[in-house]
């Protein structure tokens, strides 16, 4: 019983390459089937994964640090692969029909974001990596830590630290970012059933009683 427990312990808590893979799997299993919960007519969906990575590290769960770079590589590489094949053939057909609009929107709002990161950097005093981690969580866009991570590693490879503390302020704004996506959806919405009830009653015929 005791040469189980200690096998046990070996492949679940002691940091290595079957260890990593192991503990993912089962943190994305965890987290898809969480997913499925909805709190009325709302569900996190697959942020559910990114949370009980959370709290699997607040529990103080350690994985090797070699094959997580490669995880993160390999999961961002795939997720671009992904949405290549899922928005590709349809890319081209868009600028047809507003996306060259919708493109232009978006790096506006990109260069807003970039604004307001750099307005943060300079009032606050906090380091750029935790901006970028902020910036990353805030829009919940896991992918953009991922690529920042890539980058910073690339410029100085000692980096480690800074790396970390990006990760951690996505970590910290992420539920946030989720939350306040949520509201703004509620309150779009909430705004839209008044426009439109509105305009319907505009719309009814008054007619003069006698």
């Given amino acids: 019983?005791?040469?189980?427990?200690?096998?046990?312990?070996?492949?679940?808590?002691?940091?290595?390459a079957t260890q990593t893979i192991i503990v993912i799997s089962?943190?994305?299993s965890i987290g898809l089937m969480l997913s499925k919960i909805e709190f009325g007519k709302i569900s996190l969906g697959i942020t559910f994964v990114f949370f009980v990575g959370i709290l699997a590290?607040?529990?103080?769960?350690?994985?090797d640090a070699t094959m997580l770079t490669f995880a993160q590589n390999f999961g961002l590489v795939l997720f671009i692969y992904a949405l290549g094949v899922q928005v590709g053939p349809s890319f081209l057909p868009s600028l047809r029909?507003?996306?060259?609009?919708?493109?232009?929107?978006?790096?506006?709002?990109v260069g807003v974001t970039l604004l307001l990161c750099w307005?943060?950097?300079?009032?606050s005093g906090v380091s750029m990596p935790e901006i970028v981690g902020v910036m990353s969580?805030?829009?919940t866009n896991t992918p953009v830590l991922a690529a920042a991570q890539s980058t910073l590693a690339g410029v100085d490879p000692s980096s480690t630290a800074m790396q970390s503390n990006m990760a951690l302020a996505c970590a910290v704004a992420y539920p946030l970012g989720v939350v306040g996506m949520i509201l703004a959806m509620v309150v779009l919405r909430f705004i839209k059933d008044k426009q439109k009830g509105a305009v319907e009653d505009t719309s009814i015929p008054s007619h003069a009683t006698l």
Avoid: R, Y
Avoid at 1 to 16: C, G, K, N
Avoid at 97 to 109: P, Q, T
Avoid at 119 to 123: E, H, M, S, V
């Fill in 97 to 109: 029909k507003g996306g060259v609009k919708d493109n232009l929107l978006s790096l506006l709002l």
């Fill in 26 to 28: 089962l943190v994305c």
């Fill in 119 to 123: 307005g943060i950097f300079l009032i």
């Fill in 137 to 139: 969580g805030a829009v």
């Fill in 57 to 63: 590290a607040h529990f103080g769960l350690l994985v």
């Fill in 1 to 16: 019983m005791s040469t189980f427990l200690t096998w046990l312990q070996e492949v679940f808590l002691e940091p290595s």
